[in-house]
């Protein structure tokens, strides 16, 4: 029975190691998410804007929700972030093959952590599994004294 007890104290500390890192797992596939239709959003922009000729008005955000209204002189041309603080500028057709690069490293990043995942949830069900297993173990060890 003292075996028993301490390997279901074993399998709780596996079980909670587990779902811990299965809620950063979660928490970071959401961010990936978010990153990669944020990028997403920029290049249907920038293939809307392709179709654009001269000037035209559009809203440029300034922060809190308020904006400006604002004109588009060069609708040929992007200033793409390309990360560490830097960007560069492109014609829009450079601009979304980069960006399509970009999309396609999120989604593969995020099918990786959905595989990391779905892992970590089978390894939970498996310690619960074992878990349940031993307390039927214990409970059918008891017996009722009259």
Same mark, same amino acid.
């Given at each position: 029975?003292?075996?028993?007890?301490?390997?279901?104290?074993?399998?709780?500390?596996?079980?909670?190691?587990?779902?811990?890192?299965?809620?950063?797992?979660?928490?970071?596939?959401? $961010?990936?998410?978010?990153?990669?239709?944020?990028?997403? +959003?920029?290049?249907? =922009?920038? /293939?809307? #804007? *392709?179709?654009? @000729?001269?000037?035209?008005?559009?809203?440029?955000?300034?922060?809190?929700?308020?904006?400006?209204?604002?004109?588009?002189?060069?609708?040929?041309?992007?200033?793409?972030?390309?990360?560490?603080?830097?960007?560069?500028?492109?014609?829009?057709?450079?601009?979304?093959?980069? $960006?399509?690069?970009?999309?396609?490293?999120?989604?593969? +990043?995020?099918?990786? =952590?959905? /595989?990391? #995942? *779905?892992?970590? @949830?089978?390894?939970?069900?498996?310690?619960?599994?074992?878990?349940?297993?031993?307390?039927?173990?214990?409970?059918?060890?008891?017996?009722?004294?009259?």
């Amino acid at each position: 029975m003292a075996e028993d007890t301490k390997k279901l104290e074993e399998l709780a500390y596996q079980y909670q190691l587990l779902q811990a890192q299965a809620q950063l797992l979660a928490q970071n596939l959401e $961010l990936l998410t978010l990153g990669r239709n944020e990028f997403q +959003a920029v290049k249907e =922009t920038l /293939e809307g #804007l *392709k179709n654009e @000729e001269g000037e035209f008005e559009i809203l440029v955000p300034i922060g809190a929700g308020s904006f400006l209204k604002g004109k588009i002189v060069d609708a040929k041309n992007a200033i793409v972030s390309v990360g560490a603080g830097y960007a560069v500028q492109k014609s829009l057709d450079d601009s979304i093959e980069y $960006l399509e690069k970009r999309i396609k490293e999120y989604e593969e +990043a995020i099918a990786k =952590t959905q /595989e990391a #995942l *779905k892992k970590l @949830e089978a390894q939970l069900g498996e310690l619960a599994r074992q878990a349940q297993e031993i307390q039927q173990k214990q409970a059918m060890g008891f017996s009722v004294k009259k």
